[in-house]
């Protein structure tokens, strides 16, 4: 053997026999209960709370050296919480001492087991976890030596006379987290938690990975997490970057759609403490079949935080979503509808608030702008002024049958259907008021322009405050309530119609023209029950109408009464009319039943003036009224019509009176 190799070998054993020696040493002279209270306070420092190990402090040697702590806790501020905020079964760390010889601190990789932690929210918002997170967004800047701030009282001062500091690697392992909300009154838990990271460097990116179990204390929904990230910390600046975030959950339980789903994460973002700035970009959200993308940047200002950005849901069909969540669509008359949709908007907040602003969304042909706010977000109230350029309502409809009845949802859902009733519980808590103008209006076989409404709600109740639009080349005025409680829905309406043109309107209404002119109307009903049956037969307030330069078709009433009087027919039209010159009218419902309580109209040849009487049975659609009619000459007797049947098609009985009203003849009597 060369003498040269003899030599290294020599040198190597030595070196090796004076490492073993100052281990052994380092075994039998180290004392690390001497360092408990040092450990404790640095570790105070670093996080703000008091932290105390209970158990017994560890050198081990082998395989690697390490220093394992036992039974570490981290006290709760306040009354917030119960218990301690967090207690860790286990730390073991493997320290670099040779690193401490360039002025930096390194260990190896940093081991946490059975970590249990306990946040807590009160009923006044405040939480025990706020001062941590600014223990850590301005102590770890101070312990590698960069502008110290002041000592938080109850925990000992310290600093570490060092410029950098590096981690091999971080591991959690068995971690449960549990939050109490006392605000909305919920508990979540996150279970089986592992977190594990690369080398940690400051100034340069790391890998983190955090997996578990997470799910609300009150539900038997759960999901399964895995987040996966690169973190870059720039500790002395205070300035801490991520990218390539990633985040898919696996959701399951009986209440989730089709009892499982699945939903992705993906972000970037950074946060500088020290400017109090902080902005999340390129963020996108996908779940069966949605994309919901957006940015947002922030910056916290004595105390009080404001951000802004942009929300961005690409478009979809929402038929398609549903069904790709297992939602059973809603039964609506148009089959097409719901076939395409989208949202974009720009926003800017605060704690209080979020305002959404030049909002662009659309839901098949409507197009929709504005804006809208959301305060108090404990008990959201919703504010908004909104404009939309047309709006079929009628076509999200339920469909009708052969006899025009709506076909409930019960008739088509099963047990575990999924249909638009579970949107109810949601608006039974709602609290919004705004105004919305619709360009073109459909609903409720309507056909409106211009419309401008004043809506507002509160738990259990709906309000039209104000509509008027243009309506059959006249206009509308109206206001609306609905009012829900546990025994039933009670419903008012208040409505005048203004120089309507009383043909184009029953067209829409009820499909038939018969009946031309221009009216004017004012009603004010109140009606209760939960099916359009009971609304019929519980009807209930009055109605005033008053039509000019009328005519109604199909029935020609001079004729019929030549005819009754035996004159023969003088140059009668294949299509029979009346004329109406003036007529006006006031209805009570009670009940579902109306009944006049005034009857006035003429035209050329007759008139009648509060001489008519009878009922109409709205549920039943059966009419059965009769008034008198009195020929302008005198000569003429009066005739008496009775008027049976439904309201659209009704048939007329004609009588002369032959006798004074108080002695009418039979015929006259007949049915009345």
Not at 557 to 572: K, N, T, V
Not at 573 to 590: M, Q
């Amino acid at each position: 053997m060369k003498r040269w190799h003899r030599w290294a070998l020599g040198v190597g054993a030595v070196v090796g026999l004076a490492v073993a020696a100052m281990l052994a040493w380092v075994y039998v002279s180290f004392e690390p209960g001497a360092y408990r209270s040092r450990i404790e306070a640095l570790a105070s420092e670093a996080v703000g709370r008091q932290v105390r190990i209970q158990g017994p402090i560890e050198l081990n040697l082998l395989p690697f050296p390490a220093v394992v702590l036992k039974t570490i806790e981290i006290e709760n501020p306040g009354d917030i919480g119960d218990g301690p905020l967090a207690r860790i079964k286990r730390v073991a760390v493997s320290p670099r001492p040779l690193s401490l010889m360039a002025g930096r601190l390194a260990v190896g990789t940093v081991t946490i087991s059975g970590l249990q932690m306990m946040l807590a929210r009160n009923r006044d918002g405040q939480n025990n976890w706020q001062g941590i997170i600014d223990a850590l967004a301005a102590g770890p800047g101070q312990a590698l030596g960069a502008p110290s701030a002041a000592v938080r009282p109850g925990v000992a001062a310290s600093k570490l006379p060092l410029s950098s500091m590096s981690v091999s690697a971080l591991e959690i392992n068995d971690a449960r987290i549990r939050y109490v909300d006392g605000v909305r009154g919920q508990t979540w838990q996150w279970r089986g938690g592992h977190l594990q990271t690369g080398r940690m460097t400051d100034g340069s990116p790391f890998r983190l990975e955090i997996t578990g179990r997470l799910r609300r204390a009150d539900s038997a929904v759960r999901a399964e997490m895995y987040l996966m990230t690169r973190i870059e910390p720039h500790l002395a600046d205070r300035f801490y970057r991520f990218s390539r975030l990633n985040l898919n959950l696996l959701i399951d339980g009986s209440s989730v759609p089709g009892g499982m789903q699945e939903a992705s994460i993906s972000a970037s973002g950074e946060a500088d403490f020290a400017a109090g700035r902080y902005s999340l970009s390129d963020f996108l959200l996908q779940s069966g079949g949605l994309a919901v993308a957006g940015k947002i940047d922030g910056k916290d200002m004595a105390g009080h935080t404001h951000y802004n950005g942009r929300l961005t849901i690409k478009p979809f069909s929402p038929r398609s979503v549903l069904q790709q969540l297992r939602i059973r669509p809603p039964l609506i008359r148009d089959s097409a509808a719901l076939g395409h949709a989208g949202f974009d908007a720009q926003f800017e907040g605060n704690e209080q608030r979020v305002r959404f602003k030049q909002i662009a969304a659309q839901l098949d042909e409507s197009h929709l702008t504005g804006t809208a706010s959301i305060a108090q977000f404990g008990d959201p109230l919703v504010r908004f002024d909104l404009a939309l350029d047309r709006l079929d309502a009628d076509r999200y409809l339920p469909p009708v049958d052969e006899n025009g009845a709506a076909v409930s949802v019960e008739d088509t859902a099963s047990d575990d259907d999924h249909g638009l009733d579970q949107l109810w519980p949601a608006l039974d808590r709602s609290r919004f008021q705004g105004t919305l103008r619709v360009g073109y209006l459909d609903a409720a076989g309507l056909r409106l322009a211009d419309a401008e409404a004043r809506l507002s709600a509160r738990p259990n109740e709906a309000r039209i405050e104000r509509l008027t639009a243009a309506a059959y080349n006249g206009r509308l005025a109206a206001s609306a309530r609905i009012k829900r409680s546990e025994q039933t829905t009670t419903y008012s309406l208040n409505t005048q119609w203004r120089h309507i043109a009383v043909g184009a309107l029953l067209s829409d209404l009820v499909g038939v023209q018969r009946l031309t002119g221009l009216a004017d109307i004012d009603a004010q009903v109140t009606t209760r029950g939960r099916t359009d049956a009971q609304r019929l037969e519980a009807l209930d307030g009055t109605l005033s109408a008053s039509l000019t330069d009328g005519r109604l078709a199909g029935y020609d009433l001079d004729g019929a009464i030549r005819g009754l009087r035996g004159a023969e027919a003088s140059g009668q039209s294949s299509a029979p009319v009346t004329p109406i010159k003036a007529l006006a009218a006031t209805v009570l419902f009670e009940q579902g039943i109306a009944r006049t309580t005034r009857m006035a109209w003429q035209n050329t040849r007759f008139h009648g003036e509060g001489e008519g009487e009878g009922r109409y049975a709205l549920a039943d659609d059966r009419l059965d009224y009769r008034f008198r009619i009195t020929p302008r000459e005198s000569a003429r007797p009066p005739v008496l019509m009775r008027l049976t049947g439904p309201l659209g098609t009704p048939t007329p009985e004609l009588s002369v009176i032959t006798t004074d009203a108080s002695t009418q003849s039979p015929a006259a009597d007949a049915g009345s």
